[in-house]
């Protein structure tokens, strides 16, 4: 042994590097491959890729068949959890009072960590403060720094599922459904298809759950996007083993105690300060806190928290913060403000990619100057095209028969899908599939690409053709004699980026855990609630 151990040092620098990779690499895949704890890690590597936009990857840590089985899991974990409905009576939300506040009478910000993260925590002593707020122009998200300023709100943080291609998508390709100020603005689906909801009601009860757009108007909500899933209902945790099925990731969650005050939380992710929360991690932190409801919203490259106009949290996005479609901001006089209704009219939405993402453009623009060339990497396992056929010179027909005709065939490129939005995700929509997201199971960030409501994210998750299911106007009252047909869900990204109301479907990738790409929906007719 100690003569072996001689002769390696001998060798030159370049051979002894690459033994000591080897042998890495053999004790590695032995402990991974070999033995039940490394099972279990390359269990929890899969959870985690399932709620990015990278899900179809996790196949490589546990197989395809596998794979599958823990997106199946994560959907139905996440309809599971959304079946019972919520008692509002468990909450009593203090009332308002007429005069100015200041910031620190509205809410309160922490710190807040783990073994393996760091955020921050925001407190909102009245719920009734809390809106929800949309891009100001067609055609791409916004920021929500940009939101908070523009609008001057207090504070303000990422909210529902969007579909995100290649996780270079313009943001403005929601998922699900957007309440604000009583009235949908946006929705991909029928009104008596439910959807995963995160939202608050006009008297500020918090309201996770899946639940129609009839159910949402007799509850009195008036500020809601979509994601999943929900972490507690009723005062009793929804993850009661494991760790949530989802990995680590970024996270965004909302709690609601008792007494009304509401709370936040974010979490950073995929950095060296922080690699993430789990589902169950973030669960206790608010069951910590006294909550009775809580749930997931879009996470991943999503997630951030902005107060008085500042960026607070370090988002894991690749060009800082994100184009989103939706954020829950806080205010001082939520009375005076009004979410833009950018969809209405538009009949066929671009969710972009790396074509037009004005960041990455310039990216390649500035390597192309370098003499660097790069290609980004698709969401998805893409097939090269068939390789035409072969053309021989044409032999002289001496049968005395017509000639047959030929064609030619390609294979065609797949496209893109949440959350996760797993979620995003995933893909779907990510997703947020994503994170991953977008609920997104899947996702962004996304939290996972990044599951969908009638998951993603995942997301989270959302289709590759860059189109997004025509959304609703709104202003037209419910009416229970005649409802549309239900039509196709697209799936929410768990992650980041986008993630929907329907659960994902296994062996897609996409910005949320989506299967395929989901059809687009028919448009509602826009429900106003009370």
């Known amino acids: 042994m100690k003569g072996s151990l001689q002769a390696i040092q001998q060798w030159s620098l370049m051979k002894r590097t690459l033994f000591y990779i080897a042998l890495l690499t053999f004790l590695t895949s032995s402990f991974l491959f070999l033995t039940p704890p490394g099972g279990k890690v390359r269990e929890w590597m899969a959870q985690t890729v399932i709620t990015t936009q990278h899900r179809s990857w996790a196949w490589i840590f546990v197989g395809a068949e596998r794979r599958d089985l823990l997106v199946k899991k994560m959907q139905d974990d996440i309809e599971l959890a959304s079946l019972e409905k919520q008692n509002l009576g468990l909450v009593s939300v203090r009332k308002k009072s007429g005069k100015a506040r200041s910031i620190d009478e509205l809410i309160k910000v922490e710190d807040i960590s783990g073994p393996l993260w760091k955020g921050k925590k925001m407190y909102v002593y009245d719920p009734t403060t809390i809106k929800i707020m949309t891009p100001n122009k067609p055609g791409e998200g916004e920021r929500i720094t940009s939101m908070v300023n523009r609008t001057g ?85 929804m993850i009661t083993s494991g760790d949530g099925g989802w990995g680590r990731a970024p996270r965004t969650a909302v709690g609601q105690r008792a007494d009304g005050t509401v709370i936040f939380v974010v979490i950073d992710g995929r950095q060296k300060h922080s690699v993430g929360a789990t589902l169950k991690e973030v669960q206790d932190l608010l069951l910590a806190e006294g909550a009775v409801i809580a749930g997931n919203l879009d996470g991943g490259a999503s997630s951030e928290l902005v107060v008085d106009g500042q960026l607070v949290t370090k988002p894991s996005s690749r060009y800082g913060e994100r184009r989103l479609p939706s954020a829950f901001l806080v205010y001082d006089d939520p009375d005076s403000v009004q979410a833009t209704r950018v969809w209405d009219g538009i009949d066929k939405i671009d969710a972009g990619g790396s074509h037009d993402h004005p960041d990455f453009l310039r990216e390649q623009a500035e390597k192309r100057a370098k003499g660097q060339t790069t290609t980004p990497k698709p969401a998805t396992e893409t097939k090269p095209p068939a390789p035409a056929p072969k053309t021989e010179p044409a032999k002289p027909d001496t049968s005395g028969k017509a000639p047959a005709s030929s064609g030619t065939s390609g294979e065609a490129k797949p496209g893109t899908a949440p959350s996760g939005k797993e979620p995003a995700a995933g893909g779907g929509g990510t997703g947020s599939a994503g994170n991953g997201s977008g609920t997104g199971a899947a996702g962004s960030g996304g939290e996972p690409a990044k599951p969908a409501g009638t998951q993603g994210q995942t997301g989270t998750e959302p289709g590759g053709s860059g189109t997004a299911p025509k959304p609703a106007g709104a202003g037209a009252a419910p009416s229970t004699d005649s409802t549309p047909a239900p039509s196709a869900a697209k799936p929410i990204a768990p992650d980041g980026g986008g993630t929907a109301t329907k659960p994902v479907e296994a062996g897609d990738a996409a910005t949320t855990p989506a299967a395929t790409p989901a059809p687009a929906a028919t448009a509602a007719e826009p429900i106003k609630t009370p």
């Open 153 to 237: 709100a207090v504070a303000g943080l990422n909210g529902g599922a969007f579909d995100d291609p290649e996780g270079l998508g313009n943001g403005f390709a929601a998922l699900g459904m957007i309440i604000s100020g009583g009235d949908i603005i946006f929705t991909d689906q029928d009104g008596s298809i439910p959807q995963h909801i995160v939202g608050f009601t006009k008297e500020g009860h918090l309201v996770v759950g899946k639940y129609d757009a009839f159910e949402l108007r007799d509850m009195g909500v008036s500020e809601a996007v979509s994601f999943y899933p929900r972490l507690i209902a009723n005062g009793k945790p």
